[in-house]
């Protein structure tokens, strides 16, 4: 394998669309280019696909088709998910405080932060050593004008997945809808949402080998929301603006081959990911692997390497032909301590660098064991012990 060749290990952060989302999308930037609201054939055509795709999510989420609603992308359907159903319980005078824990997403941490300078109660529960929020940490933080709980169902950092079930059932016996971020859920666990328990869950194209710039909102039927985009009765009079169509049916197409597979790929990625950590924990001398050790998205491997430059980690890295991240991509750029490792407790100025390896649909057992020939020896070029390293 030559340093020319990119081993791609940040699936988390987007993958790329698989050729069948593609072959089934083109055709609605083109062909079926009529507007889904129209009365005539085109339009109609446009009409059955839109419904069609619907009719596949809502299969996946084991939900009624009216209840999805189809959005820009995982950050709009957080911020609607949060908003819509602050705003509709401040109107009815139902509650003016929300719970989020410490390591959601910034879609949800700022949109809080948000709600917070319009007046909203926000509380922010800690998680514990392995990156997961407890129901019992939920449970304290519950009050009696709390009109949302909204906990991510799979950490984008360190991979953690938190009880879901276990929340909503607490939540629920108070009679408090919850909302999950399932962005990084899909093809890994199951979006069943009654197994599930909420009343809200945000998903995200790119993340499932999708298009981006397309996700959804799952709205429970009978949940008082309200629309936070004014305009055109699209999606039921709950999110204006002529759909995109051709996103949509990438999304649709993505997610039903997504769980179709979600079996065979998350054991393939899980035993690869092993491998992986398998083999860096034996060279490697300090490595720490965070996360939780067994409740973790079967492709994510988070690490720090003390005594290393988490710049010249990345950057070194990219030279050799393998493309990862430190933390989430939206923080890939920034110098900041990671709020999700800050959160864990882990001190991000003695631990060294952060590296996040995420496996996707199509990692090979030789890209793994590329990474596990290169990046040893470059750890210890970087902490200067690579003559003891050998
Ligand atoms: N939530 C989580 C957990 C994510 O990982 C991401 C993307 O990184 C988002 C929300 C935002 O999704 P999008 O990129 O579609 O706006």
Do not use: W
């Amino acid at each position: 394998m030559t340093a020319a060749t990119t081993i791609y290990l940040d699936h988390a952060a987007t993958t790329p669309c698989r050729p069948e989302v593609i072959a089934a999308l083109v055709p609605y930037l083109g062909e079926h280019f009529g507007n889904p609201s129209g009365i005539y054939g085109l339009s109609r055509a446009s009409r059955a696909a839109l419904d069609a795709a619907r009719a596949d999510v809502a299969a996946v989420l084991h939900c009624h088709p009216s209840e999805v609603i189809f959005t820009s992308g995982g950050t709009e359907s957080d911020n609607l998910a949060l908003r819509g159903v602050a705003t509709a319980a401040r109107r009815a005078g139902r509650g003016n405080h929300i719970v989020i824990s410490a390591i959601e997403h910034h879609a949800i941490l700022h949109a809080a932060d948000e709600l917070e300078a319009q007046g909203f109660a926000i509380t922010r529960i800690g998680v514990d050593g392995t990156g997961q929020v407890t129901p019992e940490a939920v449970a304290a933080a519950l009050r009696p004008d709390t009109c949302l709980v909204s906990i991510m169902l799979a950490n984008n950092e360190v991979g953690t997945i938190n009880p879901i079930a276990a929340i909503a059932a607490i939540a629920h016996a108070r009679g408090i809808p919850v909302h999950t971020d399932a962005v990084q859920a899909p093809g890994a666990l199951s979006l069943d949402v009654e197994a599930l328990g909420v009343d809200l869950l945000s998903l995200s194209g790119h993340k499932f080998y999708g298009p981006k710039g397309v996700g959804v909102l799952y709205v429970r039927q009978g949940l008082a929301f309200v629309p936070q985009q004014q305009g055109g009765g699209q999606e039921a009079g709950r999110r204006a603006g002529t759909e995109n169509l051709a996103g949509i049916v990438g999304l649709a197409t993505a997610l039903t081959f997504a769980e179709a597979e979600r079996p065979e790929v998350s054991a393939r990625l899980a035993a690869l990911r092993d491998r992986l950590a398998q083999g860096l924990v034996a060279a490697i001398p300090d490595l720490i692997i965070n996360g939780h050790p067994v409740d973790h998205l079967p492709g994510t491997l988070h690490l720090n390497l003390p005594g290393v430059d988490g710049e010249a980690l990345l950057y070194g890295l990219d030279a050799r032909g393998i493309a990862c991240s430190a933390a989430s991509a939206c923080s890939a750029g920034s110098t900041a301590a990671s709020h999700v490792l800050t959160a864990i407790g882990i001190d991000t100025i003695n631990s060294g660098a952060s590296l996040r390896l995420t496996l996707g649909r199509t990692t090979t057992a030789d890209e793994i064991d590329h990474v596990i020939a290169v990046l040893p020896r470059f750890v210890a070029s970087l902490r200067g012990t690579l003559a003891l390293a050998g």
